[in-house]
């Protein structure tokens, strides 16, 4: 590494590897990387996401002839996917048609019209929702979410950033870290972010939030957290984005597709909203003894704001 700058994101906790997607996941895959692949790329994510049975059957040059590409694409984008190569890639093919053939339910559109009912809005919301968190719990790689939690656990101080709808999760994950006994705080304000990431050492952890992976006010004090010697963590869309530079570990959130009524950071903020949950959980396991008195102190220290008031005469 050079320069304090990953020359390369490979995952994990900085052993480069990580193991290729289940069947399952292989659809929640091309939906979430598909927007930062290549305009040729797409063309072979989305044929072996909408075929993956004809697709199985194929040679890596028949499936190049089939999207118009060519092999190397098609072995870069395998490879991009998670796979070591296409033959691994035909494989989880096989194994996605195979499940698709025992009877699942078809795929419901999720886009909302302006004048759709409000009974269809609460069902296409819903399945949207839905196969949000489906994508996501199947691509979040448990090696990476791991290491964050063995690392927040043992941390000296914890700083959150992020801004719009990520500074709400943000906001959520330091209520939830400060309720078990944990110093956590969440900077929405990018000034006040970076002077505290220059206090940042060895010891401590930083986390950014960002859905594009591409947010400046978020990767600033992650980078400067990072050069100081802090833990660092990604929770974004974009695990190939300018964020993961600076990340130690990345956890790669999923969304609903984008429509005019319901922009990217609306829809995001479902999965990240999972994502800080499994950390927050993960933490609370693995500083239980803790953890456990620090919660119960904090509901009881609520407790007479949520009794019922009675009525004076």
């Known amino acids: 590494m050079t320069s304090n700058v990953k020359e390369s994101f490979t995952g994990a906790s900085g052993t480069g590897t990580t193991a290729p997607p289940a069947p399952a996941a292989l659809a929640a895959k091309v939906r979430t990387l598909a927007p930062s692949m290549t305009r040729s790329m797409q063309r072979v994510a989305e044929a072996v996401a909408a075929d993956p049975a004809g697709c199985a059957a194929l040679t890596v040059t028949g499936l190049a002839d089939l999207t118009g590409t060519s092999e190397a694409t098609v072995v870069r984008t395998a490879r991009l996917l998670g796979y070591p190569g296409y033959r691994d890639l035909r494989l989880a093919l096989a194994g996605l048609a195979a499940q698709q053939q025992s009877g699942r339910a078809p795929a419901v559109t999720a886009d909302i019209a302006v004048d759709d009912p409000l009974a269809d809005v609460v069902a296409k919301l819903a399945y949207d929702e839905q196969q ?61 972010a970076v002077t505290n990431a220059v206090q940042l050492r060895t010891g401590d952890v930083a986390i950014a939030i960002t859905h594009s992976g591409s947010t400046g006010d ?96």
């Open 132 to 192: 949000t968190l489906a994508d996501t719990a199947a691509n979040l790689d448990t090696i990476q979410l791991g290491a964050a939690v063995a690392a927040l656990s043992a941390a000296r101080r914890i700083d959150i950033y992020g801004v719009g709808a990520s500074g709400l999760v943000a906001q959520d994950l330091e209520q939830k870290l400060l309720r078990i006994g944990l110093i956590a705080h969440a900077h929405s304000d990018p000034h006040l």
């Open 218 to 313: 978020s990767i600033e004090p992650l980078r400067v957290a990072f050069d100081h010697g802090a833990t660092t963590v990604a929770v974004t869309g974009r695990p190939d984005g300018p964020v993961s530079q600076y990340a130690d570990h990345v956890l790669t959130t999923s969304t609903a597709r984008e429509s005019e009524l319901r922009p990217a950071a609306m829809s995001s903020r479902t999965s990240q909203l999972l994502v800080i949950d499994c950390l927050f959980i993960g933490v609370a396991q693995r500083t239980y003894e803790s953890a456990a008195p620090a919660l119960a102190a904090s509901y009881e220290a609520l407790a007479h704001r949520h009794s019922p008031r009675t009525r004076t005469r």
